[in-house]
């Protein structure tokens, strides 16, 4: 008990908690699980409806977090570069930092503890403003492109409406 105590008060825990992508990721992961279980567990459809739609959800939300994941690295290791119009940062060097190797040096040798918390807060608001664009704009339309012909072919959508067009 004690071991999941120390592990749950840690500061990794703490940090963990506070990163919207590690939230993106703890709640995708419940929804690539989730969604489909009780889509097979609901007994109003019938079992191929049912299979159907569980395997459409799973697929949805797996490519949706591998979308997310490949583009929101790049953004958040860009982040800095967006620091300079948070009029709250203007009188801090850091933010004058021209690669993210030189923005990572910079923000280690900060020492005024409030500036550092306002530019991981300015960071932090960043990242909650691409997740939500990511994925409320760019992962639907990429997923759905992808997500439709894996299911025509895995129900054999395909080869019916092949069959539709010669008759």
Not at 22 to 51: H, I, M, N, W, Y
Not at 61 to 76: E, G, W
Not at 138 to 167: C, F, R, Y
């Amino acid at each position: 008990m004690s071991l999941i105590v120390n592990f749950l008060t840690s500061p990794q825990a703490a940090d963990f908690v506070q990163n919207s992508t590690c939230q993106v990721l703890s709640e995708g992961c419940l929804k690539a699980v989730g969604r489909p279980t009780f889509t097979l567990l609901d007994k109003t459809a019938t079992k191929e409806q049912r299979k159907y739609s569980a395997t459409k959800e799973l697929l949805y939300q797996s490519f949706s977090m591998a979308a997310f994941f490949a583009l929101i690295f790049p953004i958040k290791k860009n982040t800095f570069r967006l620091l300079k119009f948070f009029p709250q940062l203007k009188d801090c060097d850091v933010i004058n930092a021209k690669t993210a190797k030189e923005y990572q040096e910079k923000l280690k040798q900060l020492t005024d503890k409030t500036m550092l918390t306002k530019i991981k807060g300015a960071n932090e608001l960043m990242s909650i403003i691409a997740s939500g664009i990511i994925l409320a704009v760019i992962t639907p339309q990429i997923v759905t492109k992808l997500v439709h012909p894996i299911m025509n072919k895995l129900s054999g959508d395909e080869e019916k409406n092949k069959l539709d067009k010669k008759a």
